[in-house]
């Protein structure tokens, strides 16, 4: 795939109307009302100034992977009107700064983690929205729980009084075969109405974070609350998949 670079108000401006767009024709495909789905642009690796013009055409909430390159831009970019939601792997060392000005975490998926930010949010009188990722591609490589420990973790989620738990995550296969991504989208599905079927406190409500810039409109055909965009709003990245979860590829 190839996604030119956004620079200018204008150029973000059209690739968040184009987004949006097919957006809105996935979801009438299947009959959804797209008002169900939230686009939320990645901006990892982007840097401040392009990050602006970006906020300037509309873009309020921004997805970062790295904990660290969020602090910072977070920092770097407080006179405008932006939340972030923190969308990888993290550390517990790192619980401290997500608990400081994250609006949202998408990668919750052990219970050190949970503890360390429950511990942090307290002691700062503050929540967090939390979406818990599933590994649901069975590729050793991803990070994410093992789809038969859902409900017991997300039993043992509902104990920490400053987590928000409001859905589930994933990262579907990195594969060509759409096939095997939509597999991946329905699994994500099929836990979440099980959750809420055993017991509809558990899970909020139920929202599925799910689809990249490669896949967002399977995943909205299969019910995704969530599409979590990067490179067809900022253009292609230069560092590889493979920084952000072990052993991951280019597409
Ligand atoms: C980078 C990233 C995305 C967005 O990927 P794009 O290919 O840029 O759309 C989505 N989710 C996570 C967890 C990411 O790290």
């Known amino acids: 795939m190839s996604f030119s670079t956004a ?3 204008e150029d973000f401006q059209e690739n968040l109307r184009a987004v949006r767009e097919k957006m809105d024709k996935a979801a009438e495909r299947v009959g959804r009302d797209s008002s169900e789905v939230r686009l939320l642009p990645v901006s990892k690796t982007v840097p401040e100034e392009r990050i602006r013009l970006a906020i300037a055409a509309g873009a309020h909430q921004l997805g970062e992977n790295k904990v660290q390159e969020a602090k910072r831009k977070h920092a ?6 932006v939340k972030w939601s923190i969308i990888g792997h993290l550390q ?13 975490f ?17 002691l700062v009188g503050r929540s967090l929205d939390v979406y818990v990722q599933v590994n649901t591609s069975g590729e050793e490589s991803k990070y994410g729980l093992e789809p038969e420990v859902v409900p017991d973790m997300l039993n043992a989620f509902k104990g920490f009084e400053s987590l928000n738990v409001k859905g589930l995550m994933t990262l579907a296969i990195f594969s060509d075969d759409k096939e095997a991504v939509r597999t991946c989208f329905q699994l994500l599905k099929r836990l979440r109405d ?13 929202e599925l974070s799910m689809g990249m810039s490669g896949d967002y409109e399977i ?5 995704a609350n969530i599409v979590r965009v990067g490179q067809a709003i900022f253009g292609a990245r230069s560092t590889t998949d493979a920084y952000y979860w072990p052993g991951g590829t280019t597409k």
Request: hydrophobic share 40%; no cysteine; aromatic share 2%.
């Open 92 to 104: 517990t060392n790192k619980a401290k700064d997500v608990a400081a000005f994250a609006s949202e």
């Open 219 to 223: 995943a909205i055909e299969e019910g």
């Open 106 to 122: 998408h990668a919750l998926d052990s219970l050190r983690v949970a503890e360390a930010l429950d511990r942090r949010l307290e």
């Open 7 to 9: 620079t200018t108000i």
């Open 76 to 81: 770097n970019l407080i006179d405008e009107d």
């Open 194 to 206: 099980e959750a809420r079927d055993r017991d509809p406190d558990l899970i909020g409500p139920g």
